[in-house]
């Protein structure tokens, strides 16, 4: 069943593509000037250094796994943005510096919107307020903390943990850093190209039935499948700082598949990353319904 469904999905986009190619050229250009504009300038630099970083950080020295490891490994992926959280916990299983299990808890919790990407885009160009951005990139962090917190105290603490522990990651050059953050970098615009076209067939196709379109019908769309499209979308409109919200914590499918390919690149499962998700978007409205009244 799950090989017919799948199937027909497949059809589906293909006959989109095919009939509609001029609304795929937009779409994937559109993706296109999204990834080299807003994604790749913010990410890269990140990805490079980060990289670099850990590989010198644990290269071969021993290891305590105790809760400012975890704050460290989360300092190190959250604060890169989508998905860099996902590549520096599926780097460091790969290197067993954690454990696959861990990884699998960190997965959900190392997953953040970078500052420069929430206080350079979302709050200079979108809600035009340094305030606000600053608040909600503390409410967002803050919710990943207290998910941390209770990870830590639920699965992740293990008595045999805090003691020094040998570190398999080997040194890695500048180049080799640079190498894998490319790898990176070509999942995000992979994606971002791939699901901004899918959109943007998607609206083409609704526009030219008899079903009347509206902008929040647009936001949605694109919203629901590349987050930083339903950004860019709402930026040209006006919204109020809950629809931003929102968009910010779907992600959009583009990010979850982006997380889901490099976990999948380490057997890791996305259950765990889903169940986080959905903690941290709750802890999210719970926190802005205290403070953003």
Request: aromatic letters at 14%; hydrophobic letters at 55%.
């Amino acid at each position: 069943m799950q090989r017919v469904v799948t199937l027909f999905f497949i059809g589906f986009l293909l006959a989109l593509f095919l009939v509609q190619p001029s609304a795929t050229y937009d779409g994937a250009n559109f993706g296109m000037q999204l990834f080299t504009t807003k994604l790749l300038p913010y990410l890269l630099p990140y990805l490079i250094v980060s990289k670099w970083f850990m590989s010198i950080l644990f290269q071969h020295s021993p290891v305590r796994k105790n809760f400012f490891f975890y704050c460290q490994l989360y300092l190190i992926g959250a604060l890169g943005g989508y998905p860099s959280g996902a590549a520096t916990i599926v780097h460091l299983a790969e290197s067993e510096v954690i454990s696959k299990p861990q990884a699998n808890h960190l997965l959900g919790i190392v997953h953040a919107p970078s500052p420069i990407f929430i206080i350079g885009y979302v709050g200079a160009e979108i809600l035009h307020s340094f305030q606000q951005a600053l608040l909600l990139l503390v409410i967002f962090h803050v919710a990943n903390l207290v998910l941390l917190v209770f990870s830590w105290k639920t699965f992740l603490y293990d008595s045999s943990n805090t003691s020094l522990l040998p570190s398999n990651m080997k040194k890695e050059s500048f180049a080799s850093s640079v190498t894998k953050s490319a790898q990176t970098m070509l999942i995000v615009g992979a994606t971002v190209i791939f699901f901004t076209a899918v959109s943007q067939n998607l609206i083409q196709a609704w526009k030219t039935s008899s079903i009347p379109f509206t902008e929040s019908m647009q936001l949605a769309i694109y919203s629901l499948f590349e987050m930083t499209a339903g950004l860019e979308v709402a930026h040209h409109m006006s919204v109020s700082i809950i629809i931003i919200i929102v968009i910010i914590l779907w992600n959009g499918w583009s990010i979850h598949m982006q997380v889901y390919v490099l976990a999948k690149s380490m057997s890791l499962r996305v259950k765990h990353y889903l169940f986080y998700r959905i903690a941290h978007s709750m802890l999210v409205f719970v926190i802005c319904i205290l403070f953003l009244k």
